[in-house]
């Protein structure tokens, strides 16, 4: 299993450029719905939405492929410190691993802060992809664990409550008792 690694690291790495990128694209969608409403509509159709979407999915799997393949900096999993992280002896893969990767995404996740009214969801992205870097190689190999799995689902667990706890067209649909209609139809025949 541990052989495999690489592979469940490279799909766990996609999904997360994926998640942080469409979480930048929710932004833009609130901020441009707040600050240009005339051009919302366009901006953000069901196509155009469609197509951010996808571009979104080919630069998160082809940024990743060429990173995780091209560059050979694999995300396997250590079984010393229970972790899987970029093999940061290759220095292409440590510049990749803490300059690139992480400026790319306190970027990302600043913009996020300054154009969306979550700044609590950045806050919490930024806080685990910090503890994701610097929280293993200062642990045993049970907290290692514990920040670089647990840690993750965390995080994506508070961010669903951020979006519930602010949002309260979502909280009114999740508490919504669900009503059921009977009905009846009458027929009425004339002879």
Avoid at 31 to 48: D, H, Q
Avoid at 64 to 87: H, N, Q, R, S
Avoid at 181 to 191: E, Y
């Amino acid at each position: 299993m541990i052989r495999y690694s690489g592979h469940a690291g490279y799909l766990l790495v996609v999904c997360y450029e994926i998640s942080i990128h469409t979480h930048f694209l929710t932004s833009l969608n609130r901020f441009s719905a707040v600050f240009f409403p005339f051009s919302y509509k366009s901006t953000f159709s069901i196509r155009a939405t469609s197509i951010y979407l996808i571009v979104i999915a080919i630069f998160s799997f082809s940024m990743m492929t060429f990173v995780i393949y091209g560059l050979d900096c694999k995300l396997e999993y250590d079984p010393t410190t229970w972790v899987a992280f970029y093999d940061v002896t290759i220095p292409v893969c440590g510049w990749y691993a803490y300059y690139a990767d992480f400026l790319k995404n306190v970027v990302v996740v600043l913009a996020d802060a300054i154009i969306d009214i979550t700044f609590g969801q950045g806050i919490c992205y930024l806080m685990g992809y910090a503890s994701y870097l610097v929280v293993p190689m200062n642990s045993n190999k049970y907290v290692a664990f514990f920040m670089s799995l647990v840690g993750w689902a965390l995080i994506a667990m508070i961010d669903g409550l951020f979006t519930i706890v602010y949002n309260s067209e979502i909280r009114t649909k999740i508490l919504r008792k669900k009503e059921t209609f009977v009905g009846s139809t009458v027929v009425s025949v004339n002879n």
